[in-house]
């Protein structure tokens, strides 16, 4: 399939650091993609250069065969390109509702273009977003008051609010109860079953088995390797630099 968007050559170093060394990847559009690999092998890093948070040395990011230079994680998310973080970064002292409004404002200010029917569709995204994560009758509960899987699935609820097609996952399951992991696969499932191109990084092996179409292995920087679950998870190379017992 052709993918969404595009990686070629992507690299980044901090000082001696080779953080990303030349990675090339693909997101097609209705596929799950899982970025695995040790601590330290370069998968944040990833998400942050393709998303502008960090500029990359070299390489070229293509959003439907255009490439995006000058990229911001503001342009970016205007383009369809959603991010999580692993540390959540909601804001604590606003409410559910709040939380997810802010993922869809158009700009800072006070007063919002479009006018009430503009600010109409917010709330009617905000309100649809809720309710698939299973968050409406937490609306006006601050984030801070939250369980950590309801924190979880609010941050997904702010991706989903955007409408995007394009969903980089950074251990969005990390931390999750077993019945709280069987409604994040089927929301992600659901959601690539309609188009979303999505890449997750994820290191509870069971979930990327489970959730993925493929697994795109990175150790140091470099991709080592690309496939299908099954292929990539039994070599035993891999597992070997994964569990730390290296022998490449």
Known sequence: MSPILSVRG??????????????????????????????????????????????????????????????????MARLGVARSFQDLRLFQSMSVQANVLTAIEPHAWFWQPGGRRARARRLQATEMAL???????????????LAYAERKFLSLARILATGAQIWLL?????????????????????????????????HNLDIVSALADRIVFLDQGRKLAEGEPQAILRDPALAAIYFGERRA
Not at 177 to 189: E, I, Y
């Open 131 to 145: 309710a698939e994560t299973g968050l409406s009758a937490l609306t006006d509960a601050l984030a801070a008051e």
């Open 170 to 202: 950074d251990e969005p399951a990390s931390g999750l109860d077993p019945a709280s992991r069987a409604r994040f696969s089927t929301l992600l499932r659901k959601h690539a079953a309609q188009g979303v191109a999505i890449c997750l990084v994820e």
């Open 10 to 75: 992507l690299a980044k170093h901090f000082g001696g650091v080779a953080a990303v060394q030349g990675v090339d990847l693909d997101l097609p559009a209705g596929l799950i993609t899982a970025l695995v690999g040790p601590n330290g092998a370069g998968k944040t890093t990833l998400f942050n250069l393709i998303t502008g948070a960090v500029e990359a040395d070299t390489g070229r990011v293509m959003l439907a065969g255009k490439e995006l230079a000058r990229r911001t994680p503001a342009r």
